[in-house]
């Protein structure tokens, strides 16, 4: 399944498999996919249940980053957040249903992009963000709070991975 935490971290750099695999997920997550398989193929305004720590937005990261959080650092929070949330969709849906094959293969990049963060040693990642992600994965079903569209779990991630990957690993906007 998806991934839990790893001890990961590294380089303000990203490697260029961090940068395949973003290229991947980008390819993924083009919105007619995320329409399809987020939106079409669920009920009317369906939401999942997540934490409040596992919605990022743009407008996070542009926080944090003025707070002098570490690139690095931010693209753990994203990929602890993100496949949180792919996480939370796939527990609601049977095997049988149109989406699941494709929040399975959103996890399998997910699983790849988590190897590439553990061949890194560990640093100290900025508390703030060691806190949140303790908090994504700490927390029980009971302090889920936020009910939130798939789509828009996918749409967040994307935008922030544009954001947090764009520029070093050339991601062309498509």
């Known amino acids: 399944g998806c991934p839990g935490v790893l001890a990961v971290l590294g380089l303000e750099a990203a490697a260029p498999g961090e940068c395949e695999l973003t290229r991947l997920l980008q390819d993924k997550?083009?919105?007619e996919m995320r329409l399809q398989y987020m939106k079409h193929y669920f009920p009317i305004d369906y939401t999942v249940q997540v934490q409040y720590e596992e919605v990022l937005r743009p407008s996070n990261i542009t926080r944090l980053r003025n707070g002098t959080v570490s690139e690095a650092a931010l693209r753990y929070l994203w990929f602890h957040v993100?496949?949180?949330?792919v996480l939370r969709i796939r527990e609601v849906l049977p095997e049988k249903h149109p989406s699941w094959k494709y929040t399975q293969e959103l996890c399998q990049l997910f699983d790849a992009l988590g190897e590439?963060?553990?061949k890194?040693?560990?640093t100290d990642v900025e508390t703030v963000?060691?806190?949140?992600?303790k908090?994504?994965?700490s927390a029980g079903a009971e302090s889920r709070s936020k009910a939130v569209r798939p789509k828009a779990l996918l749409d967040n991630c994307?935008?922030?991975?544009?954001?947090?990957?764009g520029v070093p690993c050339e991601l062309?906007?498509?």
């Open 29 to 31: 997550l083009q919105y």
């Open 82 to 85: 993100s496949s949180q949330a």
């Open 116 to 118: 590439e963060y553990s």
């Open 120 to 122: 890194y040693r560990q």
């Open 129 to 133: 963000v060691a806190d949140l992600v």
């Open 135 to 137: 908090l994504i994965h």
């Open 158 to 165: 994307l935008k922030v991975m544009r954001m947090l990957y």
């Open 172 to 174: 062309g906007i498509r």
